[in-house]
């Protein structure tokens, strides 16, 4: 809608007569008036201009002026006080999609509408569409007008506005078309000329506004005005000026001028660190650099909306934050971004509490992130410093003054001179480290303390709750004016209930206000009233209320309202949908931390609600920046529940098939979901089982994936021994299914043979393995027709993928040539997969590492390397999202790439290599105590050699002599058979001591080998003969 207070109406003489030129205009900031050059003549014209409503016209003039083939539009200054000072702020945007038509609209003052009578002009409210592909060479606007007046020769000057922004100005009508076309002049062209920059933004390039992309307005989160004391701290209220982060600024900056079509960069840290101010900060100044920004609105996206984003054809910023919460949203997006044909750069800034298992999830479209996260990733560090804290501090105080004062105007708390009152707080402790959201805090409840500062041990907790009893008087001030009189704890259960559930609409609302003791006894009249109350303390433009904010704060509320009513959760939690269920779980698993009584609180409510609530618990676990509390209270359900078979397959069909978080869980709920089959199944007679009913047969083949998946699920936990029986029963009902029924069960069989061979290699029974690898193969052959040149989504993946990780287990335990045939095809499928689906990188990465071993078995070292390289690059941004289930494969290829790189000959890169084996190795038996000490003995190793080549003494002696202690205490421990390895490392400790003069210690280390030779009755020839990786 257009700002009908800035409409004008201009006034101009024309040159050599008598006349008036009239046009139409609008009033900017700082009394300046824009409009068409045509109509008001060059630099230095008087004209007269008055706004709509306005009967007095004011003297301008035309201080800047530019009419050529793009631009028709001039400036003129209004001296008298023609702005009244109290006018909503003008929005400044620009088009920025490339495709389609969008709306606008204008009103200005035609000649057509002069009354006959009187002379006098009145308005029109144009109405129209941009086509965004016509006049392209002119670089115009082309606007098809729906409905325009009789006589239509435009109206010259008027501003052209698209949601509610400023795009242009409408110059004049096209004379070779139809009287319902007129052309314009896009701001952007305006702000790209200097002069009518510095006129228009005077100042600083950092003062100036920027342009919106006005078609992606839907999609901007918006940005409400503080109501309260508490919404003062909201990150996009922006009261305290942002400072610090300038390394930060400076790497976005940096990243956004990378010669890379499209990248992501992810922000971490906990609650009120500053991710969600830093981010809006940076994209206001990529928007004043030009860039098309939007910080993408948590609520519920249009399709439709979205999709624009295909055809945008500026440099294109996407702000998300909470990007661990918003997996529906991101597939929406993800694909409005997988079709985004226009070269211009596509930054992705993603903020979230953590790096977790969330990436995992991320569609295609935005594939890309998970890999560029890995290296543009920063954690926002806490103010550490006492200087620090004091400075924030002093800063806040300074700023929250100048906001209570604004507030106290709107209402939203009791005048009072803020100022004074600021310069008497004094620095109270504030004991490190705080995040700056906690400063802030501290700062703001000393100010509403009247001055007295906040101290204690315990500062930021006592400051959290100061501020909720302020909180608390702006409730009693609105609910005074809805006519309710609440009790305070009443209103405080009623607030904390919209912090945890989002209410849709006001029916929504009422159903939700109506399980709060009290106001469930109340009439459906009042308890409106009481949902309006909420409303209007909490307003949202995209729920029916929006919930206290910051986070931080709703949190604090949410355990502090539940501490005092310890029963309210399952009633409140009674009855909710899908997003209701996510927003509790998420504020609720935030909220618990150290609350010991939460805990206990969440394990009973899921108990007592467990399809809505544990379904939702279980997402929001990979999502929460402490995943502990739900993941508690979800063991405790399955222990007691785990005999609901329908709850249990409910609960694992929600659980990734590669997760840490819920790894035990999975194994847990999968070995229920199996014993409750086992139970249902129906008793069989000792027949065939091509005589058992379809229906049996179906029994039976749920229950051999339900074994085969409870087997990948324990392997995962390292527990390969049991894994392995599992395996072996899944093994043996799909072979009698495939017997008795190929058509219909061959793929199940094939599947739980993959199972069994991954099983038996990881066990070291490589002959076993490999029979039953071959059996795979062979079944996979017949299900599965020639490969084709390209998988279309008819076909089915999942059996590619299964013929694929069969060559692949294959592959690792053939000789060196059919070793290479096998690889090399599992690579040619992986690379189909991937082509149709980012969802089987891990796969590509791992036939690559194999084919990497297969050729370099062979000698060709240099292809080898380049398989392995291409490994590595698939594998970092895994290992760095789910360490336990890649970092084992990300070290192996680190290792097969130090073989590659030593076999060509270059040292520097060996070396380079072998060290990032290490590191991998030291982190995984850090992680997991006890697993992967050997293969970091046989890492540290090779780099000791690296070091030797690289003329490095001092560091080969130290990375053998760190392998030599883990040999001698795996021999000690008696964890399989390396006693070869000692003795070898044991020679090689030698050597490397004597090179630095460290004989007695390299005569002792030979004298400790010759004993072990002794033992094996080996010769000491066996000195050189360590075996490669």
């Known amino acids: 809608m257009t700002d009908l207070a800035r409409v004008c109406e201009i006034y101009a003489a024309q040159q050599g007569t008598t006349s008036m030129r009239c046009a139409s205009g609008t009033l900017m900031p700082g009394g300046l008036v824009i409009t068409a050059a045509h109509a008001v003549g060059p630099v230095g014209s008087a004209v007269s201009v008055r706004r709509l409503h306005e009967h007095e016209l004011h003297p301008g003039t035309v201080i800047w002026s530019r009419n050529d083939h793009a631009v028709d539009a001039a400036l003129i200054r209004v001296p008298d006080a023609i702005d009244p000072g109290d006018l909503a ?16 609209e204008a009103v200005g003052f035609p000649s057509s509408t002069v009354d006959p009578d009187d002379g006098a002009r009145d308005t029109e409210h144009l109405a ?7 006049s392209a060479k002119s670089g115009r606007l082309d606007i098809a007008a729906d409905k325009p007046p009789d006589d239509w020769f435009g109206m010259s000057g008027a501003g052209l506005f698209c949601n509610e922004r400023f795009v242009g100005v409408i110059a004049r009508a096209n004379p070779h078309f139809p009287q319902t076309r007129v052309s314009g002049v896009h701001l952007a062209t305006l702000a790209d000329d200097p002069e009518f920059a510095a006129l228009a933004w005077p100042g600083e390039m950092k003062s100036r506004p920027g342009l919106e992309p006005a078609e992606l307005v839907s999609l901007q989160q918006p940005v409400e005005p503080p109501l309260s004391p508490a919404s003062l701290l909201r990150a996009d209220a922006a009261v305290v000026p942002f400072s610090g982060q300038e390394d ?12 890379l079509p499209k990248s992501a960069f992810l922000i971490t840290g906990t609650a009120g660190r500053g991710k969600t101010r830093t981010a809006r900060h940076f994209a206001d100044q990529m928007r004043r650099a030009g860039w098309a920004t939007v910080v993408l609105a948590t609520s ?47 930054r992705v800034l993603l903020l979230a509490r953590r790096a977790g298992e969330w990436r995992t999830q991320l569609p295609a479209g935005l594939g890309f992130a998970i890999s560029a996260t890995t290296h543009n990733h920063r954690e926002l560090r806490t103010l550490d410093t006492p200087e620090e804290r004091r400075v924030a501090f002093a800063q806040a105080v300074r700023s929250f003054a100048a906001g209570l004062h604004r507030l106290s105007e709107r209402g939203g708390i009791a005048p009072r001179d803020w100022d004074i009152i600021a310069a008497a707080v004094q620095t109270p402790h504030l004991p490190g480290p705080m995040t700056a959201l906690d400063v802030q805090l501290t700062a703001l409840v000393s100010l509403l303390r009247a001055g007295g500062p906040t101290d204690g041990d315990d500062v930021v907790t006592e400051a959290r709750d100061l501020l909720s009893n302020h909180e608390a008087e702006y409730w009693q001030r609105i609910a005074a004016r809805h006519g309710l009189h609440l009790h305070s704890d009443t209103q405080e259960v009623a607030v904390a209930a919209a912090c945890l559930l989002p209410a849709a609409d006001r029916d929504q609302a009422i159903a939700i206000l109506g399980r709060v003791p009290e106001i469930e006894e109340l009439t459906q009249d009042r308890k409106g009233a009481v949902a309006a109350w909420l409303e209007d303390l909490y307003p949202s433009s995209a729920d029916f209320w929006g919930g206290l904010r910051p986070d931080l704060l709703a949190e604090h509320l949410v355990a502090k309202a539940l501490g005092r009513n310890t029963k309210i959760l399952p009633v409140l939690l009674a009855q909710v949908d899908q997003r209701q269920a996510r927003q509790a779980m998420t504020m609720l698993a935030a909220a618990a931390g150290p609350r010991a009584f939460l805990q206990d609180q969440i394990s009973a409510v899921m108990a007592t609600h467990p399809r809505s609530l544990a379904t939702a618990a279980v997402q929001v676990a990979l999502e929460a920046a402490d995943p502990k509390p739900l993941r508690r209270a979800l063991s405790s359900l399955v222990a007691a529940q785990g005999n609901d078979l329908a709850l249990m397959q409910l609960l694992y069909h929600c659980i990734p098939n590669r997760t840490e978080v819920h790894s035990k869980l999975a194994a847990d709920i999968a070995g229920h979901v199996v014993a409750g089959l086992q139970r249902r199944a129906p008793r069989r007679a000792r027949s065939p089982l091509a005589f058992l009913s379809a229906r049996t047969q179906e029994s039976e083949a749920s229950l051999a994936r339900a074994i085969d998946s409870h087997a990948v699920r324990l392997a995962a936990l390292g527990r ?42 990881d066990l070291g029974l490589q002959a076993e393995g490999l029979e039953v690898s071959r ?22 993946h999942s059996l590619f993928a299964g013929l694929a990780t069969a060559l692949n287990n294959l592959s690792t335990a053939l ?14 499928i992986c690379r189909l997969l991937v082509a149709a689906s980012d969802t089987y990188t891990a796969d590509l990465a791992r036939s690559l590492n194999s084919l990497s071993s297969s050729l370099n078995g062979l000698g060709a070292f240099s292809e080898a390397a380049d398989s392995v390289k291409e490994a590595v690059k698939l594998y970092r941004p895994l290992a760095d999202t789910l360490p336990d289930s890649y970092l084992p494969s990300l070290a192996a290829s680190y290792n097969n790439l130090t073989l590659c790189l030593v076999a060509l000959g270059n040292r520097g890169a060996a070396l380079a290599a072998s060290k990032q084996a290490v590191k991998r190795y030291q982190r995984l038996t850090t992680r997991r105590p006890g697993a992967y000490v050997a293969e970091l003995a046989r890492s540290l190793c090779t780099e000791s ?30 964890q399989g058979d390396h006693r070869q390895n000692l003795k070898r490392s044991l020679y090689t400790l030698a050597d490397r001591a004597r090179q630095i003069g460290r004989h007695r210690e390299a005569d002792q280390a030979e004298l400790e080998a010759r004993e072990y030779a002794s033992i094996d009755k080996e010769g000491p020839s066996q000195r050189d003969t360590r075996p490669p990786l």
């Open 300 to 346: 519920t996206l249009e399709p439709e909306a979205v999709q624009q984003l295909a055809s945008v054809h500026q440099p294109l910023l996407l702000v998300i934050d909470f990007a661990e919460h918003r997996s529906e949203q991101m597939a929406v997006l993800g694909k409005a971004l997988n079709e985004r044909t226009h070269a211009t750069p596509l």
């Open 775 to 796: 059996q795979a193969v062979t079944a996979y052959r017949q299900l599965l027709p020639p490969l084709p040149t390209q998988l279309s989504s008819e076909d089915d």
């Open 248 to 259: 930060l600024i400076e790497r976005l900056h940096g990243w956004c001028t990378e010669p």
């Open 945 to 974: 050699d690296c070091f030797a080549e690289w003329s490095q003494p001092t560091q080969a002696y130290q990375s053998i002599h760190d392998a030599v202690h883990i040999y001698r205490r795996l021999v000690v421990d008696g």
């Open 89 to 104: 702020a003008l929005r400044w945007g620009q088009l920025v999609c490339g495709a389609g038509t969008v709306r606008v």
């Open 128 to 134: 129209g569409t941009v086509r965004q592909s016509a």
């Open 720 to 761: 390969g021994k049991e894994a392995l029986a599992k395996a072996r029963q899944a093994v043996a009902i799909s072979q009698r299914l495939a017997r008795a029924n190929a058509n219909s069960y061959l793929g199940t069989y094939a599947m739980t043979l993959n199972n069994l061979s991954n099983c038996l290699y």
């Open 815 to 828: 000789g060196a040539q059919e070793s290479l045939i096998a690889a090399s095809e599992s690579v040619v």
